[in-house]
């Protein structure tokens, strides 16, 4: 019988959202109950600090198999694993090897892993090695999870029905990923960090994403409920902690409060938005692996209430439909045609270096399926490019306030990614049961547009030239929620905005 892991990410975003800010988990929510013995991280420790505390602190793995033949060192602040009984030695040969005195390199960080009881052989944590995330890592990680965005809406619109909208948010899913990522082995290593467009040996990608999850425009949050008995591995809980802030609960022998508990987590790190993402949990479910993004941002220049009117959208092959359109007269706004796409494309500054991009097709009579197609990672960087280089000017612009809310079956899309990934993956690194396997990944995402706005004085000084630039979007669309120079945070489509 299978042990079940399950992945839940979901994704909130507002624009504006509420005047009272971004909220910050409470680590004391009496409706999480904390895993017993479980130290809290001091978040105001240094990075090498935390480094050390990667020293396994048993000579057993969690759960006390007795199959498990390896012990635990320190070596230059960086666990490492022996072995006692090498299946390559002569039988009756002892192991005498002296524990390495030195940081290893990156190559030897990221060899590959055996985990199994019987062959485990010296290694070392690859991502213990990074004690602090440079530049250049972060432009890594940008550029990474841009591939990943494009090629994940590539394949979640072919399991969308024609016409329908979509909202995701990769950054959300990337997290979810990038944290199971620690606990896996060997080919499920190789081929997630593939999933995920990670380079090869790039040992800071943790610390990387551990600076990105908190902003002033962002809040992610991390948590896993997992049953009691499951013999979780040190070297996990203490990663996942680290990197992640991931909030370790227990699950109980009552579904209906372990759905309560997930829920009420889930609706506290979303600030409301996503108030419920599971039903019912499987009987066999022995971990939740959850991701919340909360998205606050507000409009550089403001939308104002009196000036949004019902206006036509057109679909084509399709009648049109009255939707409330917002207007602005003097939007600080940079855009153009790209020729690569046949679209229309345009950026809208947000608060907190944040940007909307829509991209649209040229003409009304075109399909917005017709953008799609011409859409790759290459093609969307070059146009990402271009818009950080496009100066803003003062545009009329037309958008319509809409609301998205998206449910996803992960294990569907990242199929498409990479075929039966879930199915045969090695979690050996998060537990010694080789039974724990991936039973469900399902992702949640809402992005809201509405009229209010702040920081108007700052673009108030933009003065109206006698031929304005016009931007209206009056048809289906795709959009995207931008970290400037940086990556995407939420992507979708949207066909119709009146639907929810």
Known sequence: MKIWLILLGLAATLIPSFSQGIPVENEDDATVKLEEGGER???????????THLEVASNKRDGGAEGNECKQSRVSEVGVKECLDDPE???????????????????EATASTPCTSKQCQPRINPWATCARATTEDEKKLFEALT????????????????????????????????????????????RLERLLFYPEGFTCVHRALESLQKSEALTSANAMFFQPALPLENDFRNLTR?????????????????????????????????????????SDAKM????????????KEMFLAKDTKKAKFYRP?????????????????????????????????????????????????????????????????????????????????????????????????IGEMDFGFFYDADLCEISTDKELAVSSAHHRAVLEISEEGVEAAAA??????????????????LVAVMRDNGFPVFMGRINNPQAA
């Open 242 to 282: 680290m990197f992640y802030k991931t909030k370790l609960a227990h699950l109980t022998n009552n579904s209906n409060q372990d759905v309560a508990d997930i829920n009420s987590w889930v609706s506290q790190s979303t600030n409301k938005k996503i108030k419920k993402i599971v039903n019912e949990l499987d």
């Open 288 to 299: 939740i692996l959850l991701n919340a993004v909360y998205f606050y941002s507000k409009w």
């Open 317 to 413: 092959g399709l009648a049109p439909i009255n939707v409330q359109m917002m207007m602005s007269k003097k939007y600080p706004m940079a855009s153009f045609i790209d020729h690569s796409l046949q679209a229309k494309v345009g950026r809208l500054q947000l608060s907190n270096n944040m940007s909307l991009v829509i991209i649209m097709p040229r003409s009304i009579t075109q399909n917005l399926t017709e953008v799609e197609e011409r859409l790759s990672a290459v093609v969307f960087k070059s146009v990402m490019a271009k818009l950080e280089s496009t100066h803003f000017k003062p545009t009329v612009v037309y958008l319509p306030r809409f609301k998205a809310d998206t449910s996803q079956n992960l294990m569907n899309i």
């Open 41 to 51: 991280e001091n978040e105001g420790s240094h990075e090498q600090k935390e480094a």
């Open 147 to 190: 591939e990943f965005s494009v090629e994940f809406y590539k394949a979640a619109i072919l399991h969308e029905k024609p016409g329908s909208n979509l909202i995701f948010s990769p950054f959300s899913v990337a997290v979810m990923l990038s944290n199971l990522l620690l606990g896996t082995c060997n080919q499920t290593k190789d």
């Open 89 to 107: 030695m002569p039988a009756g040969t002892t192991n005498t090897t002296e524990p390495a005195t030195r940081i290893p390199t990156t190559a």
């Open 460 to 477: 108030t000084v933009v003065s109206l030239a006698r031929t304005a630039n016009i931007f209206e979007v009056s048809q289906p669309f």
